[in-house]
C-alpha cells in the first residue's frame, strides 16, 4: 500500500493535529479517544501522545486507516 502525503507548512505537526489535518478525526478533542482505540506507529514504533511532534519525513502507520508520510511544503 503506498503512503499518502499529509503537507504542513510549520517544522512539524503534533500527532493529534495530523489526525485532524489527514481527515482521521472530526475534531482535535476526538484524539486521546482514537488514540486509545487504535494503534498508530511512528517509524516502525507505537506511540499513543497526542502531542508526539512529528517531522517531515515521519511515516505513519494507523490499523484500518493506512499510512501517511508527513511533507514540508515547498515554498
Known amino acids: 500500500m503506498n503512503s499518502r502525503d499529509i503537507i504542513i507548512d510549520t517544522d ?3 500527532l493529534g493535529k495530523f489526525l485532524k489535518l489527514a481527515d482521521i478525526i472530526d475534531s482535535g478533542g476526538s484524539a486521546k479517544y482514537f488514540l486509545a482505540d487504535f494503534t498508530v506507529l511512528i ?3 507505537s ?3 497526542r502531542g ?3 517531522y517531515p519525513n ?3 502507520d494507523i490499523e484500518e486507516f493506512g499510512k501517511f508520510r508527513i511533507v ?3 515554498k
Open 12 to 14: 512539524y505537526i503534533q
Open 58 to 60: 515521519d511515516l505513519i
Open 52 to 54: 508526539r511532534k512529528l
Open 43 to 45: 517509524n516502525g514504533e
Open 72 to 74: 514540508k511544503e515547498q
Open 47 to 49: 506511540d499513543q501522545r
